[in-house]
């Protein structure tokens, strides 16, 4: 089957190198374009352009994605997995059985841009990966195959990343398949209830709101993690939080402990415990609440006060 592959971070990366890894190889590859950056603006590639160009597939990489459309139509499908533009029309329409996308969450549950931290900032239970039907209309198209997926509170949105592209790959690779056969696969339609979105996370939404409950703020860090990760403040301080646990007791909200070399700040109930931090002091280099204590102790002496 001739078919293409869009995406752009390490997940669609490890999407692409299982659907690699099973014989399969797309025809063209398009993803977002490489910019400078840095102080000696090096071009930095995508994780997905690197690998198609390890793996020598024709790669665009086109500020509109439009200019893609007649390599689009010498195509049968197009696989998405997190490209990082909307699609437009002409793009839908471009292969001749369309575009599907490698989204992860059990649609319609968390359509949007940022499915993986929106679960674990709710703290659901479960989640997984839908294989569907691009449509105009966001991530409400019809579905190809979904996989569930447990959660158990302990996964970071860098580790349950890791997860779900491992199971969009395989589910990817049962679809690309299908097409293949004779006898294409039929979508079915999303549910019409339970539809919640997950928009796009800025880095105000990783401040931690120290009147909300210890669980709530737990989240946030998990949540977090690979991104701009949870934070807070006072004064000219900042403290990023890279890793913290739930404690009980009472605490008054946004108060830092300090008992057995250990730092908790309280929440609306129960208290934080901070386990691994970045302070904007120093090397900026991620401590433990120890080291942090043992290096800065006069910038976090027991009683100050957060925002």
């Not at 339609?189 to 997950?198: E, F, L, S």
């Not at 609306?268 to 080291?291: F, H, I, Y």
Request: proline fraction near 6%.
């Amino acid at each position: 089957m001739q078919f293409g592959f869009a995406g752009s971070p390490k997940f669609a990366a490890d999407i692409l190198q299982i659907v690699l890894d099973a014989g399969l190889r797309p025809q063209l590859v398009i993803t977002q374009t490489s910019k400078p950056t840095g102080r000696g603006q090096k071009i930095q590639y995508t994780p997905v352009y690197a690998l198609a160009q390890q793996e020598k597939i024709p790669i665009a990489a086109p500020n509109n994605i439009e200019e893609c459309v007649k390599s689009l139509e010498e195509l049968e499908l197009l696989a998405i997995a997190a490209y990082g533009q909307i699609l437009p029309r002409s793009v839908l329409n471009a292969p001749l059985y369309g575009c599907i996308n490698v989204h992860a969450s059990l649609l319609p549950r968390w359509r949007g841009a940022s499915p993986i931290e929106h679960a674990i900032l709710h703290g659901d239970k479960t989640t997984g990966v839908s294989i569907m039907q691009i449509e105009s209309k966001l991530d409400a198209g019809p579905i190809y195959l979904q996989q569930r997926h447990p959660l158990d509170g302990t996964e970071t949105s860098t580790s349950l990343s890791n997860q779900l592209a491992r199971i969009g790959g395989s589910a990817l690779l049962t679809v690309l398949k299908g097409f293949s056969a004779k006898d294409k696969p039929v979508p079915r339609p999303q549910a019409r209830t339970g539809v919640t979105y997950a928009p796009r996370l800025s880095t105000d939404d990783a401040r931690i709101d120290w009147g909300q409950t210890a669980i709530v703020n737990e989240r946030k860090v998990r949540a977090f993690v690979g991104r701009n990760a949870a934070f807070t403040s006072r004064q000219e301080l900042r403290i990023r939080i890279l890793d913290a646990s739930v404690r009980k007791g009472d605490f008054f909200p946004g108060r830092l402990y300090r008992a057995d070399r250990t730092i908790t700040i309280g929440c609306e109930q129960d208290g934080l415990l901070l386990r691994t931090v970045q302070l904007n002091r120093g090397k900026g280099t991620p401590l433990s609440a120890e080291s942090a204590l043992n290096g800065f102790g006069q910038l976090l002496e027991d009683g100050i006060q957060f925002d």
